[in-house]
């Protein structure tokens, strides 16, 4: 019988740490150092495996967008490949898309990549759908942007948001990490910015993973209900057209993607 699941480019497995940005989905403009930009030509890759000992046939990987907006997402379906992966063997998978222009002020998504195959052995822990959000825009330094928290529990709930990793000579501020939000409450509008505390930093880039987590009001019963991830960069020069970096003297910082689980944490960007 066959087993499929993404595997990352990087060898990681699936899914990953954190599981909202998957490293078994890429760009062509992330391969090259650049940002995706709508209504420019890309491309999206993924990476399958099939760890069962029988050969999977006609299997179909399918590739969709998801923007995120204040008005009710609409999903994109791109399209799907068919393809043969034999036993123990790791197929990647490609489409060419073009990014939605999206409404002003609106420029985040999520790329979502689904494995479908009727005769797969395991499906849980999200083993047959990888996600990976992107930012549909340049952003300038520093790395400011803004998001929306929204309680999606069926009651009063305590919303918290933890920052997952911390690195040194660089410096990331919430504007609050923990509040009350009722069944009807409109969603929470969260700021950040990302800097670098030493010139130059030890690390030249460094992504931040913040999660969102929610419990029943009055419990510290807290699930996680999705998160955002972004990249900083630093360093000097001049920039492309469509590449993440923008000269600011010395110092270059720049939003590489924010992520959500649609459906689960919502936001509206405002770079």
């Given at each position: 019988?066959?087993?499929?699941?993404?595997?990352?480019?990087?060898?990681?497995?699936?899914?990953?740490?954190?599981?909202?940005?998957?490293?078994?989905?890429?760009?062509?403009?992330?391969?090259?150092?650049?940002?995706?930009?709508?209504?420019?030509?890309?491309?999206?890759?993924?990476?399958?495996?099939?760890?069962?000992?029988?050969?999977?046939?006609?299997?179909?990987?399918?590739?969709?967008?998801?923007?995120?907006?204040?008005?009710?997402?609409?999903?994109?379906?791109?399209?799907?490949?068919?393809?043969?992966?034999?036993?123990?063997?790791?197929?990647?998978?490609?489409?060419?898309?073009?990014?939605?222009?999206?409404?002003?002020g609106e420029i985040h998504g999520c790329i979502l990549v689904t494995i479908d195959y009727g005769y797969?052995?395991?499906?849980?822990?999200?083993?047959?759908?990888?996600?990976?959000?992107?930012?549909?825009?340049?952003?300038?330094?520093?790395?400011?942007?803004?998001?929306?928290?929204?309680?999606?529990?069926?009651?009063?709930?305590?919303?918290?948001?933890?920052?997952?990793?911390?690195?040194?000579?660089?410096?990331?501020?919430?504007?609050?990490?923990?509040?009350?939000?009722?069944?009807?409450?409109?969603?929470?509008?969260?700021?950040?910015?990302?800097?670098?505390?030493?010139?130059?930093?030890?690390?030249?880039?460094?992504?931040?993973?913040?999660?969102?987590?929610?419990?029943?009001?009055?419990?510290?019963?807290?699930v996680d209900i999705g998160g955002v991830a972004l990249k900083a960069r630093y360093g000097g020069g001049?920039?492309?057209?469509?590449?993440?970096?923008?000269?600011?003297?010395?110092?270059?910082?720049?939003?590489?993607?924010?992520?959500?689980?649609l459906g689960i944490f919502r936001f509206r960007s405002r770079s």
């Amino acid at each position: 019988m066959a087993d499929l699941t993404f595997l990352g480019f990087d060898g990681s497995a699936h899914p990953s740490d954190p599981w909202y940005y998957s490293h078994a989905v890429e760009t062509e403009s992330e391969r090259n150092g650049r940002n995706i930009r709508s209504g420019v030509a890309d491309h999206i890759y993924a990476r399958i495996h099939n760890n069962g000992p029988g050969n999977a046939q006609r299997v179909r990987i399918s590739f969709g967008f998801y923007p995120f907006t204040a008005s009710i997402p609409t999903f994109y379906d791109l399209g799907s490949q068919i393809v043969d992966i034999a036993s123990d063997e790791t197929r990647e998978v490609s489409i060419a898309w073009t990014p939605p222009d999206l409404p002003p002020g609106e420029i985040h998504g999520c790329i979502l990549v689904t494995i479908d195959y009727g005769y797969d052995t395991h499906f849980a822990n999200r083993s047959n759908a990888a996600q990976k959000n992107v930012n549909v825009h340049d952003t300038s330094s520093p790395a400011n942007f803004s998001f929306r928290v929204e309680n999606t529990l069926p009651a009063k709930a305590t919303i918290r948001l933890r920052v997952e990793n911390q690195l040194p000579d660089w410096d990331i501020k919430l504007s609050e990490n923990r509040f009350v939000s009722d069944v009807h409450d409109c969603a929470r509008l969260i700021h950040a910015v990302v800097t670098p505390t030493a010139s130059p930093p030890k690390l030249r880039e460094a992504v931040f993973f913040v999660t969102a987590q929610a419990a029943p009001f009055g419990t510290e019963d807290f699930v996680d209900i999705g998160g955002v991830a972004l990249k900083a960069r630093y360093g000097g020069g001049i920039a492309l057209d469509e590449d993440f970096r923008m000269w600011v003297g010395a110092i270059l910082a720049v939003l590489l993607a924010v992520v959500v689980m649609l459906g689960i944490f919502r936001f509206r960007s405002r770079s």
